[in-house]
């Protein structure tokens, strides 16, 4: 049974910086991609970073560009998510999420933490 649990929530003023963590359990995580999404109240989940299992090329949302960073520790099976000079609209839950390496589809979801940030 895959399990993704997501902590590093909370409130934070506007320029300041979270890390986000998820820890994944169930399964060898190898040829995985991990990413992070992010839903804000009314709006669908959209994809904010991603990385693969060599850690090489992640890729990001252009909204968080020069501003987060993604990490993940292949032998301790957890994903980071390093969050500076944050603005109101990174408000949102944040999702760890794991999908294939040779799908396009996130299968497994962690509950989510919420970010928030005030102005």
């Known amino acids: 049974q895959v399990q993704l649990v997501e902590s590093g929530g909370g409130l934070v003023p506007a320029g300041g910086s979270l890390r986000l963590s998820c820890a994944a359990s169930?399964?060898?995580?190898?040829?995985?991609?991990m990413g992070w999404f992010r839903q804000a109240p009314g709006q669908e989940r959209e994809f904010v970073a991603a990385?693969?299992?060599?850690?090489?090329?992640?890729s990001y949302a252009d909204s968080v560009k020069g501003r987060f960073t993604i990490s993940r520790d292949n032998a301790k099976n957890t994903l980071s998510l390093q969050m500076n000079s944050l603005k109101p609209e990174d408000t949102a839950v944040y999702y760890c999420?794991?999908?294939?390496?040779?799908?396009?589809?996130?299968?497994?979801w962690g509950q989510g933490t919420q970010v928030t940030v005030s102005a």
């Open positions: 990385i693969t299992w060599s850690g090489r090329n992640p």
């Open positions: 169930g399964r060898s995580f190898s040829n995985y991609v």
């Open positions: 999420g794991v999908r294939w390496t040779g799908s396009s589809r996130y299968d497994y």
